[in-house]
């Protein structure tokens, strides 16, 4: 069974400094990994994605991870935080379903980001 | 285009009723997720529609809860005889659907918030 660490519960960061939110997978196959955030009383926003290829992946919002399959970690990281980016950050990897389509997201439990400016 | 949308937002019940939430997923989207998220239990899996079938249903955690997809489209999940360990914020997601990479991008409603008292 496929499952996912986030070590890091809360991370507080100055606004303009760099940041960097662990994440580490465990899954038999090749993994399908995502980074969702999560503003309060809102539902999760996709971020970015790894599927294959290049191992570094660029998001929305200013956001990039990379791919490390030897360590089995898929890093979120910006390089100048914003005030906005205050908010729950969730990694999931995604399970094959028997039709060959995407069965369900496993998520760790999160890091809020708190921002201070 | 319309995103996920969940109804109702927000929903507050006596222990032992009943309730049905509803979810609507993107147009053309083909498959559907329901996850809850709670303070304990961080974000868990509960089942997972591919068309008007439900291929797993192993999140769910009692006979108490079921759900349901008609017409490939919208979906409902009902929690009988709740209990207080069911108030959590009930979310759900689309995908295309389809094999392939980009059946892997799920795309979350609001949630609709469950307070059993």
């Known amino acids: 069974a496929q499952s996912v660490t986030q070590p890091d519960i809360h991370i507080t960061v100055s606004e303009g400094a760099s940041l960097e939110l662990r994440c580490n997978y465990s899954y038999g196959a090749t993994p399908y990994l995502f980074w969702y955030v999560q503003s309060p009383g809102q539902g999760l926003q996709l971020l970015l994605k790894?599927?294959?290829?290049?191992?570094l992946v660029q998001g929305i919002k200013g956001f990039e991870a990379e791919f490390k399959r030897s360590q089995s970690s898929f890093n979120l990281r910006k390089p100048s935080v914003h005030w906005s980016d205050a908010a729950e950050y969730f990694c999931a990897v995604g399970a094959l379903g028997h039709t060959g389509t995407a069965s369900k997201l496993t998520f760790g439990t999160g890091t809020r980001l708190q921002v201070t400016l | 285009g319309a995103g996920v949308s969940q109804s109702p937002s927000n929903k507050v019940t006596e222990k032992g009723k009943d309730v049905e939430l509803r979810c609507d997923p993107i147009s053309g989207h083909t498959a559907l997720y329901w996850y809850r998220q709670s303070l304990g239990q961080g974000l868990e899996f509960l089942i997972y529609f591919q068309g008007n079938s439900a291929p797993d249903k192993s999140g769910l955690p009692s006979d108490r809860f079921s759900a349901e997809r008609t017409g490939g489209s919208v979906s409902t999940l009902t929690i009988q005889r709740t209990q207080q360990e069911d108030s959590a914020v009930y979310l759900c997601?689309?995908?295309?659907?389809?094999?392939?990479?980009?059946?892997?991008?799920?795309?979350f409603g609001p949630g609709t918030r469950l307070t059993v008292t």
């Open positions: 790894y599927f294959s290829g290049d191992t």
């Open positions: 997601a689309s995908s295309l659907g389809i094999p392939g990479q980009t059946s892997y991008e799920q795309y």
